[in-house]
């Protein structure tokens, strides 16, 4: 399995993860008396790894981009369960648990979407997400540093700590949280930011959607009418061919949805396309994920360099193929093959 150094940071600070990140602050900046063991914090860190490199390896796919979502939380639970003095339903598993039902069961569903207003409501409830999160993960770390205070000071005995912690204190906690002026100019501000994001991701979502139309039909490159007219009576030429092809791409096809696979063949087509006009040659066809390309057509006599620097050059450019398809929520291709033969042909209409 390639690993994909930009995805998998684009999933770690983007997308699966920016709420568990501020949730492991809050547990490494808790006292000692409620904080996890070192053992306990570093597992959990080791679920998050692995969470982000499922989510951005197989995170195109809705199933598992909800069910991967919820490993962190199950990480949690258990590290409760075995190590923790605190309740394994406390606040604290509750929130995690509720914000990665509601954000991976979002994503999954924006992955299915494919016209464009459910797409963007499902980019507003994925804002609206993420500011509530924030607001009570920040209320948790403001509840927990209160109450460890109480505890140290001796105003609160350990069984009232640990209940302070637990979920049935939620709604008066926060109402009492909510009172405060400086609580309530920062869920403001938290709103008027979460209203920007929300406004911005809209406009993402319909650049990319008018972007993504230009890739929805690649016509394949014919040569132009002036090369047309050179060989059209027939003769022998010789030429340079480059063959290429996608490893494994039966099974894909056969695995994924046509949607997806006509996806990941239109920027495969626009690459070659792209790069073969960079090197001078000529598409010759494209038959599923086999990719033809001739050159020295016009007689030039580097067509043998000019083929293997195009090969070398599309292989440099997979990489960004590989991470246009995983950012796109497409299947992923590991490999292809290249070939280059040089011979004489006949060449005519």
């Known amino acids: 399995m390639k690993f994909l150094r930009k995805r998998y940071l684009e999933e770690f600070f983007l997308y699966s993860s920016q709420f568990v990140l501020f949730f492991m602050i809050i547990l490494f900046s808790s006292p000692s008396v409620i904080r996890p063991s070192t053992t306990a914090l570093v597992s959990l860190i080791g679920f998050l790894l692995v969470q982000i490199g499922l989510l951005a390896r197989f995170g195109h796919r809705p199933p598992a981009r909800f069910f991967f979502s ?10 409760q369960a ?32 494919r016209r464009k207003w459910p797409k963007r409501l499902a980019e507003v409830f994925l804002s609206l997400g993420t500011i509530f999160t924030f607001i009570f993960f920040y209320f948790y770390l403001d509840l927990r540093l209160t109450s460890t205070q109480a505890y140290e000071s001796g105003d609160l005995g350990y069984a009232g700590l640990i209940d302070s912690l637990s979920l049935s204190n939620f709604i008066p906690a926060f109402l009492i949280f909510a009172k405060t002026l400086q609580h309530v100019f920062f869920m403001f501000g938290a709103f008027m930011f979460g209203s920007f994001q929300v406004a911005d991701k809209i406009k993402q979502v319909s650049l990319k959607s008018r972007l993504d139309s230009v890739y929805a039909v690649v016509e394949p490159p014919t040569a132009d009418s002036s090369m047309r007219e050179r060989v059209a009576d027939g003769e022998n030429r010789d030429v340079v061919i480059l063959y290429a092809d996608l490893w494994n791409f039966t099974p894909i096809a056969e695995k994924e949805g046509a949607r997806a696979v006509i996806g990941l063949l239109n920027r495969y087509y626009a690459l070659w396309d792209i790069v073969a006009r960079r090197h001078n040659g000529v598409i010759e066809q494209f038959v599923g994920d086999t990719a033809i390309v001739v050159f020295g057509l016009m007689g030039e006599k580097d067509a043998g360099d000019d083929a293997v620097a195009c090969a070398f050059d599309f292989l440099y450019e997979f990489s960004h193929l590989q991470e246009d398809l995983t950012s796109h929520r497409l299947p992923l291709v590991k490999h292809l093959g290249i070939g280059v033969h040089g011979g004489r042909v006949a060449v005519g209409e």
Do not use: H, N
């Open 70 to 79: 919820l490993m962190t939380p199950l990480g949690y639970t258990l590290m």
């Open 82 to 113: 075995l190590s923790a003095p605190v309740r394994v339903i406390d606040m604290a598993s509750f929130f995690l648990w509720t914000t990665a039902l509601y954000l991976g069961g979002i994503q999954a569903l924006a992955i299915l979407f």
